[in-house]
């Protein structure tokens, strides 16, 4: 019979008798078409991007995340795909001594490539088109866009999709007939089973491991809220990485030499099997306990950002607009008692109450600080080192905080957004200022608690004329020519609060901006409530790309896992079986297999909990980037989805136990 008639049959027939190692890939070849396809073909729905002014923020994230998940897929795939040539090695090496040359056995491979590319393009695309509204229901939720946007496919999504998956299983093929055409027919009924040598230099890899983990963890703990926080982000995540890597590949060696060299701990039927069965696939096992704590980690800190982002969307919104509406006036003289007026008379047509109406004077200036002392900005100030800083008169503070204050001379009240500075006085622009107190709060100036760029301080001083100094003095240090004009400008904010949810409060808000624009000296205005709804729907994608990509990284996590029980399994079977004939019993063979599993499955559990405990300094200051300032949430949400995983940890231990004893069975 014709060789090449065989083929297609060996395929197909080759496929299934593989079914433990193909059926995982095929699932999880499903789930990366699912993803990319809903980033697909959300990006590409029109009324999305067009119509709606706010949708820009979510389609931008949906962009971003479609780029980073190629990037996570592709690797992912790759190795997966490695370890199906693994696998068949020995397959294809007795094919070539039964009579097929490597074409044919190519030819067999692009077969079977192409099948697996059919079957995982369809799943995934059948179980796009099943969800794809769904997630983007949920997009729209999290995002605050109107629900009745219309889901449109279009088939621009499905052809991208099937070009992004056409390349990787190109690249996977590429590499599965380079494997087999480089191997000769007895490596290849070998391959499979082949043992590793030791890596030399192995305490030169641990010590780099350690330097580059501690230089990641140092960048952690040490990173401040400036402009840099993503840029040492992106270089503490490499460090870890590469860290770990190298720290595994020592380390575990390390640490299993130590036991074979303890004769009296080496030499017992529980221990012998275990640890001469991972010092013979040494540099693998390495890689994948890596690859297991870096997923892990993955999981939990994408979890624990994603919850707290989401938990914390509305105090994020209140930070960056405390009101619902506000103005600025450059002159003219609004008074409190007309705008209470007007806020009366809204409240009674649309039925909403005012929870505050301020209307206060204020002096704003930008300005460079060395510890207590406030600067002239200059030429080379960097923009994380440029502070704004506000002049308030106690008669503004006391009637917004409702308080009755007093101060003395040149004394002041001072506020710094971020962390207390607990300075007993402060010097603004060579004039010294005693701090009488310094404020814990004061509405509308949030206070974050952390120090972080754009920070903003506020010195509330004695009376008007104290204030016409301070901006006396800014006016000399900086140079400005006409000093008396400078001084007697000032600043007027009107600034409004209203009760209950920002969607009933548009048409009140609406009514209020025109009325306040049309007031005289009339300079600026932020409406809060679209303020808002921007922010929401910005963050709001970063919220669904982090429910994806947790369930990507949970899938990547779980299939490193289960290849790797069921490759060492087949490898561990005919060790197993001999120690069986030689009088293991059953219950010591399972014994040693827990003993095995639960060591390999504790260290990178392990890695990844103190990953996760120096990552948090650098989660919680890019919460702190994006104005989410509240420290215990991080910590409680990072506790919990901690034991959450630590669980779902577990039952995959259990399972891949049982799986592993029953293949060695």
């Known amino acids: 019979m014709n060789k090449w008639k065989l083929l297609p049959h060996m395929a197909i027939k080759g496929m299934g008798q593989n079914g433990n190692v193909y059926y995982p890939y095929i699932v999880a070849g499903i789930f990366s078409v699912f993803t990319f396809f809903i980033f697909t073909a959300i990006g590409y729905n029109q009324e999305l991007i067009s ?30 795909n490695s370890f199906l040539i693994k696998r068949r090695t020995r397959e294809f090496g007795l094919y070539s001594i039964l009579g097929l040359e490597k074409r044919h056995i190519g030819m067999l491979l692009c077969l079977e490539t192409m099948a697996s590319y059919g079957i995982i393009m369809a799943g995934g695309i059948v179980l796009g088109c099943v969800l794809s509204k769904l997630l983007f229901l949920l997009l729209l939720r999290l995002t605050g866009l109107p629900l009745d946007i219309q889901f449109v496919f279009t088939w621009k999504a499905f052809r991208d999709t ?15 007939l380079f494997q087999i055409g480089r191997a000769k027919p007895v490596e290849l009924l070998s391959g499979s089973k082949k043992g590793e040598k030791e890596p030399r230099r192995i305490w030169i890899y641990g010590i780099l491991g350690v330097l580059l983990v501690a230089a990641g963890y140092r960048i952690s703990i040490c990173s401040e809220v400036n402009s840099m926080i993503f840029t040492d982000f992106f270089c503490a995540v490499f460090f870890v990485v590469a860290g770990t890597y190298l720290l595994f590949t020592s380390g575990s060696i390390l640490l299993l030499r130590a036991l074979k060299k303890n004769k009296r701990f080496y030499y017992k039927a529980k221990n012998f099997v275990t640890i001469s069965g991972m010092l013979y696939r040494m540099k693998k096992n390495a890689a994948s306990l890596a690859n297991i704590c870096i997923f892990s980690t993955m999981v939990i800190i994408t979890l624990v950002c994603t919850i ?8 994020i919104g209140y930070y960056a607009y405390p009101y619902d509406v506000s103005a600025d006036y450059g002159e003219g003289d609004l008074a409190e008692e007309k705008v209470a007026e007007k806020v009366r008379e809204l409240e009674g047509k649309y039925g909403i109450r005012a929870l505050r109406t301020d209307v206060y004077d204020f002096r704003r200036f930008s300005c460079g600080r060395k510890g207590n002392r406030f600067e002239t900005v200059g030429p080379d100030t960097k923009f994380e080192d440029t502070y704004g800083v506000y002049l308030l008169t106690l008669a503004d503070y006391n009637r917004l905080e409702k308080e009755d204050k007093t101060l003395e001379g040149n004394q002041v009240l001072f506020l710094s957004e971020g962390s207390d500075l607990g300075l007993d006085s402060i010097e603004f622009m060579g004039m010294e200022l005693p701090v009488a107190e310094e404020l814990a709060q004061l509405y509308p100036f949030p206070k974050s608690g952390k120090s972080n760029f754009g920070t903003d301080f506020v010195i509330v001083v004695k009376d008007e004329e104290a204030r016409n100094a301070c901006a006396r003095a800014f006016a000399e ?14 600043y007027q904010k009107v600034g409004i609060l209203l009760e209950g949810e920002d969607g009933q409060k548009k048409e009140f808000v609406d009514e209020l ?52 029980q069921i490759s060492e399994g087949y490898e561990d079977q005919g060790s197993f079986a001999i120690m069986q004939k030689v009088g293991m019993s059953d219950g010591e063979i399972r014994g040693t297999i827990h003993r095995q599993i639960l060591t390999v499955f504790l260290l990178p559990l392990g890695g990844a909990l103190m990953h996760t405990c120096a990552g948090m300094f650098m989660v919680d200051n890019l919460m702190a980037a994006l104005n989410l300032f509240n420290n215990w949430m991080i910590i409680w949400w990072t506790f919990w989805v901690s034991l959450l995983f630590i669980v779902l940890y577990g039952i995959c231990y259990l399972a891949t136990a049982r799986t592993y004893y029953r293949i060695v069975k």
């Open 308 to 315: 707290t982002l989401y938990r914390g969307l509305d105090s």
């Open 51 to 80: 119509g709606l002014p706010r949708a820009a923020y979510a389609w931008m994230m949906l962009e971003i995340g479609k780029v980073l998940l190629g990037i996570i897929l592709i690797p992912f795939l790759y190795y997966a």
């Open 477 to 490: 240090k900086n140079g400005i020519i006409d000093v008396d004009a400078f001084v007697e400008s000032g």
């Open 513 to 564: 901006l025109v009325w306040l624009q049309g007031q005289e000296g009339f300079t600026a205005c932020r409406n809060g409530v679209e303020g808002r709804e921007g922010t929401k729907s910005m963050y709001g994608g970063l919220l669904f790309i982090g429910i994806l990509f947790g369930i990507v990284f949970f899938m990547c996590l779980l299939l490193i896992m289960y290849y790797k």
């Open 162 to 176: 099937a070009l992004f998956f056409a390349v990787v299983f190109l690249i996977n093929l590429l590499y599965g």
